[in-house]
T-cell receptor, first 117, second 116 residues
Framework: GAVVSQHPSRVICKSGTSVKIECRSL??????MFWYRQFPKKSLMLMAT?????????EQGVEKDKFLINHASLTLSTLTVTSAHPEDSSFYIC?????????????FGPGTRLTVL | AQSVTQPDIHITVSEGASLELRCNYS??????LFWYVQSPGQGLQLLLK??????LVQGIKGFEAEFKRSQSSFNLRKPSVHWSDAAEYFC??????????????FGQGTILTVHP
């Protein structure tokens, strides 16, 4: 299947700093990527849709000025958590669709564990 | 609005026993349905998917799932569980078109524990 990578896998930062997370589709191109957030022992919640060449689309309740998304190329999307606070600590996962017979299948990255002190 | 329900938060089975994880969805059109598995601290791995056609789909690691439109269900099954199957399992529904194309809505997840 298609491979999606994320970097870093784990990051610890101080409150007030910004953190950038990269999501790459390694063996396919993705004009769209998705960013999810997963709280401990919870399901995944879609945060935003990253669109190559245009602005990201955010889900209701997600602060677009806090979670900046840039889809720089057909294989790279970045999520920047700006002025991070402890409540931003979470597991962030990206996905990219790979078109196959019948429809798109989302392939997920391994996730990034963010801890804000 | 679409939704996915996994009624069982936690299931425990003995190694070698059969397994069924339940998933019910609410969606206005024919759904795209997925089952993913997540090990602790890891991303999600696709087990299987249903887009159309045969309602019984086979996946990796010996898993299968059956789409039942009349029951709005997409239950995951495995005839004989292995200790390595212990993980969290997520059912998801995907959008077939429009501005939400590609988005997934996830169920709450079912944690599977396997006893030796």
């Amino acid at each position: 299947g298609a491979v999606v990578s994320q970097h870093p896998s784990r990051v610890i930062c101080k409150s007030g700093t910004s953190v950038k997370i990269e999501c790459r589709s390694l063996d396919f191109q993705a004009t769209t990527m998705f960013w999810y957030r997963q709280f401990p022992k919870k399901s995944l919640m879609l945060m935003a849709t990253s669109n190559e060449g245009s602005k990201a689309t955010y889900e209701q309740g997600v602060e677009k000025d806090k979670f900046l998304i840039n889809h720089a190329s057909l294989t790279l999307s970045t999520l920047t958590v700006t002025s991070a606070h402890p409540e931003d600590s979470s597991f962030y996962i990206c996905s990219a669709p790979s078109r196959g017979s019948g429809g798109n299948t989302q392939y997920f990255g391994p996730g990034t564990r963010l801890t804000v002190l | 609005a679409q939704s996915v329900t996994q009624p069982d938060i936690h299931i425990t089975v003995s190694e070698g026993a059969s397994l069924e994880l339940r998933c019910n969805y609410s969606y206005g059109a024919t759904p795209y349905l997925f089952w993913y598995v997540q090990s602790p601290g890891q991303g999600l791995q696709l087990l299987l998917k249903y887009f159309s056609g045969d309602t019984l789909v086979q996946g990796i690691k010996g898993f299968e799932a059956e789409f039942k439109r009349s029951q709005s269900s997409f239950n995951l099954r495995k005839p004989s569980v292995h200790w390595s199957d212990a993980a969290e399992y997520f059912c998801a529904v995907g959008y077939a078109g429009g501005t939400s194309y590609g988005k997934l809505t996830f169920g709450q997840g079912t944690i599977l524990t396997v006893h030796p």
